[in-house]
């Protein structure tokens, strides 16, 4: 093709995905697919500059405003970011700035996680919020003011704050409005369950949410937002970016300031942007990059902006989590108790930084109601340490040979019939010797946060299961050298080493132990929390389920499991059988080195980044406790804006006391 036809077919393309993208909230092809579409139309015009037009997708912002909506004109053009993959960009990106500016020295740059949602102005004029709108085709956007202000955490009027400045007169503010993770997956579960699309990401719901013409639906989806910058302002009081988010804080705005990082070198900013990709499964929300920004403002204004993007800010993007592949086939897991899992084999595509050849479709319920078939092109995601899944199928693009799958009615390992219990939608194998659930009840027994048996692989497991050497987790502790010496391609050394490893994994710690025997419902975390509580086993085993229940992070569910568990006399023998073998279980101690594992954390008023709830999470996930008041226990207290009683009754008994900001910190260590 010539590159005249090519730059135009791009365009079309890009501007076919944008409208499905910013129109319809229902985008056909992965952001990571639509960068590379975008990508390579730049480098084509670059190439070609006579072939550039002011009418190319490069040189604009998002897309007409919906007609059901009122207009709103900004005042100043809402843009977009240029993007950077590679530190390479980013160096490049430094190096331009400095160019532009004619300075030799460095520059001061912010960084911040970008977060995935919509951009929305918010004009507030005297204080009083009085438009919200939608960044549109960056001129002029959709008047949402009366969906915006379903938000919770968007001020109707600004504040002032003793000692500190009074808000402008006229103050447009910018920001996401987001989804949170967890309201996303409701929300899509919700929608499945009544039969409608879900949606492919928590940012297609969250704009979908706001683009209601009905404000009580938007009140009804979890949204929220983050502010990161102004437009307009009628007065400006501080000279860098990072002040600026302080003020915007003081006024009552919603602002990420923990994760805002002042980045004096530009090691710094790249060290930092990766540290934000490497935790961004611990956000609530999608984070789907970093944003570098030149700190002061003055240097701002005097490298102005070109048609789509500000000169002084950069995105850089991580790796992608979601891609568009093509399923091979699906086939069926027979999983470590007895759920048959249907997995798609795809064509290989790399999902942040692994490459993925499969993806769990859930269950049969899953598959019809997103009708995904064999061959769909399809939408797959690998979010945090979560398995990847297949999110949805792009049935514009099918040819009519794709296939519909039904899940088998017997175990496709055993033969056994399957059963459905009821209120479950996962169908099982009963049969609890069922070689499939065997082996992977011993994959999961050796695995590094269990027993931690290193060497011990799928499929040395598989030749000891078969050649009858093994049989339940105990019989691991009876091999010998002879016996490993029948298995292929293992010599003296490596049998040697393994031994060794199985023997040094007798000496493990509570939590390891009851993780390993693979109660339902028991992870990791619940373990700890087992171990902690109870300091041994036979304990544990004696619990009745009104006493798991009362337990801090133990819900019915889990108790009723670890009840069953304890009940069954084979499961009891087993765990006999294990202790035999010269197993020693050392006290109690919680996984996470957080600084905050075993502390008791009472919480008093509003915090800025997060929700109460929220805030209880992270605590019981790094391992902490959080109760409701304040008592000879507590160990932190951490104080929001307008605190109650509680800080005075910490003040009287000595309790060390967190600000928001202090409490993030801590948290952050943890994970440094
Ligand atoms: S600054 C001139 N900061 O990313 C544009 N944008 O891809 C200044 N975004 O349109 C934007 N988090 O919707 C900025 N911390 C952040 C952001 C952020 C998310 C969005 C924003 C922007 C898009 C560009």
């Known amino acids: 093709m010539d590159k005249v036809s090519e730059i135009e077919k791009l365009r079309e393309e890009i501007r076919y995905h944008n409208h499905r993208y910013y129109s319809l909230d229902n985008p056909e092809i992965s952001d990571a697919a639509y960068d590379r579409l975008f990508k390579r139309l730049l480098d084509l015009e670059q190439q070609h500059p006579e072939l550039t037009t002011p009418e190319s997708p490069t040189e604009k912002v998002g897309a007409r405003p919906q007609e059901t909506f009122s207009e709103v004109k900004h005042r100043l053009p809402m843009l977009s970011l240029e993007n950077s993959f590679s530190d390479q960009d980013v160096r490049d990106f430094d190096a331009r700035v400095r160019r532009f500016l004619g300075n030799d020295s460095p520059v001061g740059y912010t960084v911040e996680p970008k977060m995935d949602g919509l951009a929305v102005e918010l004009v507030y004029e005297n204080g009083a919020l009085t438009v919200a709108s939608t960044r ?7 008047n949402v003011t009366r969906n915006i202000k379903t938000i919770l955490t968007v001020p109707l009027t600004l504040t002032q704050k003793k000692n500190a400045l009074p808000p402008p007169d006229l103050l447009e503010v910018r920001g996401e409005v987001y989804m949170d993770l967890e309201a996303f997956e409701k929300l899509n579960h919700e929608r499945v369950r009544r039969d409608l699309p879900p949606f492919a990401n928590p940012r297609n719901a969250a704009a979908g949410s706001l683009r209601q013409l009905d404000p009580k639906i938007t009140a009804r989806r979890p949204l929220n937002m983050f502010c990161y910058g102004i437009g307009m302002i009628s007065e400006l009081s501080c000279d860098t970016h990072h002040e600026l988010m302080t003020l915007l804080q003081q006024w009552g705005l919603r602002v990420n300031r923990p994760y805002i ?15 934000l990709e490497e935790i961004r499964a611990q956000f609530f929300f999608e984070i789907d990059g970093a944003v570098i920004k030149v700190n002061r403002l003055d240097l701002q204004a005097r490298l102005g902006q070109k048609s789509r993007s500000p000169r002084w800010s950069m995105a850089f993007k991580f790796k992608p989590t979601q891609e568009t592949t093509t399923i091979i086939r699906i086939d069926v897991q027979v999983g470590r108790t007895g759920a048959l899992t249907p997995v798609a084999h795809l064509k290989p595509v790399e999902l942040s930084g692994v490459i993925v050849r499969r993806a769990t479709l859930h269950n049969q319920e899953e598959i019809d109601k997103k009708d995904i078939r064999e061959g769909d092109l399809v939408i797959v995601q690998r979010a945090g340490d979560v398995i990847p899944e297949v999110v949805k199928a792009i049935k514009s693009k099918r040819t009519g040979r794709e296939q519909r799958f039904v899940m088998p009615s017997r175990c496709p390992v055993c033969g056994s019939g399957v ?11 009963p049969n609890p010797n069922c070689p499939a659930q065997v082996r992977e009840s011993f994959k999961h027994f050796v695995s590094k946060s269990a027993m931690n048996i290193d060497g011990l692989g799928d499929k040395i497991i598989a030749q000891l299961m078969r050649k009858g050497l ?4 105990a019989d691991l502790y009876g091999l010998g050298l002879d016996d490993l010496l029948k298995l292929d391609k293992i010599k003296e050394k490596s049998a040697t080493n393994l031994l060794r490893a199985i023997e040094n994994s007798k000496k493990t710690t509570l939590a390891r132990f009851i993780y390993a025997l693979g109660i339902r419902h028991v992870g990791e975390y619940v373990a700890a929390i087992l171990a902690d509580h109870f300091g041994d086993i036979a304990r544990l085993g004696k619990a009745t389920e009104e006493e798991l229940i009362a337990i801090d992070g133990i819900g019915p569910q889990i108790a009723e499991s670890i009840n069953a568990y304890f009940e069954d006399h084979h499961n009891r023998d087993h765990i006999k059988r294990l202790i035999q073998t010269g197993i020693e279980l050392e006290a109690p101690s919680l996984p996470p080195a957080s600084p905050a594992a075993g502390k008791t954390f009472v919480i008093t008023g509003t915090f800025s980044s997060m929700k109460r709830s929220e805030a209880k999470e992270v605590i019981t996930r790094n391992g902490g406790r959080m109760a409701s008041s304040v008592g000879g226990n507590t160990d932190y207290l951490i104080v929001g804006e307008s605190p109650g009683s509680k800080l005075r009754k910490a003040k009287d008994l000595g309790v060390p006391i967190l600000s928001e900001d202090e409490f993030l910190r801590l948290l952050a260590e943890a994970h440094e």
Do not use: A, S
């Open 419 to 429: 059963v459905k219990r009821e209120g479950e939608v996962v169908v099982r194998c």
């Open 136 to 142: 549109g085709d960056g001129l002029t956007g959709e």
């Open 261 to 275: 990082r002042i980045c004096n070198t530009l090691t710094e900013v790249i060290d930092y942007c990766r540290h």
């Open 470 to 473: 093994i049989g339940e987790e």
